[in-house]
Nanobody
Framework: QVQLVESGGGLVQPGGSLRLSCVAS?????????????MAWYRQAPGKGRELVAE???????SYAESVKGRFTISRDNAKNTVYLQMNGLKTEDTAVYFC??????WGQGTQVTVSS
């Protein structure tokens, strides 16, 4: 019913920045579902479990993992059915596949972020 497609990943040097995007699509209900959903970004590093990075509620309230506070910013544009993750001051330990999630139910396919010199 809802497809999530992430983009914006890539290879960046330590201290660099990337902006991830996640667009929701799939049906005439997508816009309504998106507006009514808490959206989140998760990540999974090699050999590790999936962890919550940041989330944003329907009202715009945000929360972050301690490891990314002050460096990452989540935002949403309901008119575009899109959620963003601005990542600044990237560290090698931020290397992972980043996944978009809608209301704990829908997942994207992931986008690779590699931080390396």
């Amino acid at each position: 019913q809802v497809q999530l497609v992430e983009s914006g990943g890539g290879l960046v040097q330590p201290g660099g920045s990337l902006r991830l995007s996640c667009v929701a699509s799939g049906s005439i209900l997508t816009g309504r579902i998106f507006r009514l959903s808490t959206m989140a970004w998760y990540r999974q590093a090699p050999g590790k479990g999936r962890e919550l990075v940041a989330e944003i509620t329907t009202g715009g309230r945000t929360s972050y993992a301690e490891s990314v506070k002050g460096r990452f910013t989540i935002s949403r544009d309901n008119a575009k059915n899109t959620v963003y993750l601005q990542m600044n001051g990237l560290k090698t330990e931020d290397t992972a596949v980043y996944f978009c999630n809608a209301r704990g139910e829908y997942w994207g396919q992931g986008t690779q972020v590699t931080v390396s010199s």
